[in-house]
């Protein structure tokens, strides 16, 4: 017979369930709510704890060396480094940027490799208050020279490896007498005009820093410069202040990255992905980082095992690799409990998770210069997170969140009411992705304020309020999930890189034969974003297309232009479309794409082999797509 006590209890869980069961009829998306805004308020909370302690990033990782000295903070190539070594280095770096009498804020430009030098040369700079400009050591040429020079930066850092060098060889003259060090190699190795770093590591002392040398330090003073690409063509650098540097810091919180965690690493350093995520977030909890060189599908389980990862930082592009790798028995056994990233496709999603038994994907969605981001914490698959009528109220309480806005494609603009006020979508709907401006924002790129203009809306909700514009459309479903849709405007995405269309036009703009360009990104089944496709239009409207023209073209992007930012596809029209205000439509070309069946226009792909622009027809599409480009 139960007791009054067993009554009691089952009496109670039962109201508990019932009461459960009214709310979820009342309000059927509460589960899914406090899965998302809990975490959320949660990191929000840190970080507006960290702005108002100013626990700025070098303090944090001073704290930690102090703290656990001997700890592992990096993995590189099966060598440990603990925070007290990685410290020591950062002191020398220091030490020597010291003697280059530089002042707070001045700038230092950094070519290195995903390597332990990327990360102390960092931490050394932030420790005198000099900001670091991450090079993308990819760059070659032209938009290297541009990157180093946008930067003004007073001294370049190159990374051990002598492509990098070679590379910095080429463009020497362009540097006007900037002074070079190069880490990796004796001054006895160096050609004219370069000095050596690893000289000067070697004599340098590791004693600590004074931090009155960097008390001037504040929320809005750069720590780093991100490049991106963007409208006006080669990368811009994005700027990463401090208070930033703390709000990124405390992201992984959403999923309660701690001390204990070890986080895998293939994702270039430069990108945000890697350091503002990785890096940044490992330093705030005192985790440790596993950097690769570069990425290898093939070792990625087998280092992951060997270093007891648990967490995974990706793009989409980098696990549809991973999941292409032949099946192995071991594909389920690893420590990993949780994969971040971005771009994930649902397909592979679906895969990876299965596959590998991955409890937990946390997919978002932000941009480096942005002002915010949306992240999915509850598994759905295919989303970057949800926008339920519960960020209403969060927005009531000054809590800042993004938002959804009618979009005109056609005038590539926000639609607007009869008052001159933005529109927020309905579920069902798709709409232009935006975010509030915070107080410690310091302008969004280095460079003239026409750069930061673009990317503001202002007037939005009411007057005098400005938003930050990321440039991309998103779907908002009847549960409330927001999913990516497509960007706007003068970038895409190919091979987990932004290609930047005016930068494509104007090294197209600049043959002889071509009167105007118009260059967009188009799908491609089985691949991640979009692939470049530019249309042409000859100056002589009534001329056919030859081979000299089609390999000039294929010379002149593989001379100026990035492998990624190479269009894949070229369309020769005769006329383009323009909208009222003169701008090139691309909602046709878009919605076309390269397809022979549907173009009457001469189409061609970028032929690696043959060195030029070969025909793309009926016959030879097919295989073309199940190559996979």
Known sequence: MPGKRDIALGTAAGVTGAALVAWRTLFPYIVDDIKTYGPMIKTTIKIVKGMKNAEYLVDVFERQVAKHPKKIFLIFEDKSYSFEFVNEMANKVANIAMSWNLQLNDIVATVIYNEPAFVWTFLGLQKIGLADAFINYHLTSKPLLHSLKVSEAKVIIVGAGDELLESMLAIHDGLQGTPIYVQGKSQSELPFGFMSMEDMMLRATPVNICKLIRSKVTDTTPMCFIYTSGTTGLPKPAIINQAKGIATSKMYSLFDYNEKDVVYVVTPLYHSAAATNCFFNSIDTGATMVIRKKFSASHFWEDIRKHNVTVIQYIGELLRYVVAVPKSPLDGVHNVRIAYGNGLRPDI????????????????????????????????????????????????????????????????????????????????????????????????????????????????????????????????????YVYFRDRVGDTFRWKGENVSTREVCDVLSTLDFIHDVNVYGVHVAGTEGRAGMAAIALNDKDSDVTSDMLSAVYRKCHHELPAYARPVFLRFQRDFIVTQTMKHRKVELVREGFDPFKITDPLYYIDNKNKTYSSLTTSNAGQLLLSRL
């Not at 480096?368 to 914490?377: K, L, M, P, Q, R």
């Not at 969140?401 to 926000?414: C, G, M, Q």
């Open 349 to 480: 999603w679906k895969e990876f998770q299965s596959r590998f038994k991955i409890p937990w994907i946390m997919e978002m969605f932000g941009a480096t210069e942005g002002t915010s981001a949306i992240v999915n914490t509850t598994n759905k698959i295919g989303a970057i997170g949800r926008l339920s009528p519960l960020s209403n109220f969060m927005i009531a309480v000054g809590f800042p969140t993004v938002r959804l806005i009618k979009y005109d494609p056609i005038e590539d603009a926000p639609l607007r009411d009869k008052n001159g006020r933005c529109i927020p979508i309905k579920p069902g709907e798709q709409g232009l992705f935006i975010s509030p401006i915070p107080d410690t924002h310091s302008g969004f790129y280095k460079g003239p304020k026409q750069m930061d203009e673009k990317k503001i809306l202002r007037d939005v909700f009411e007057k005098g309020d400005f938003f930050f514009s990321f440039g991309d459309l998103m779907f908002l479903d009847t549960d409330y």
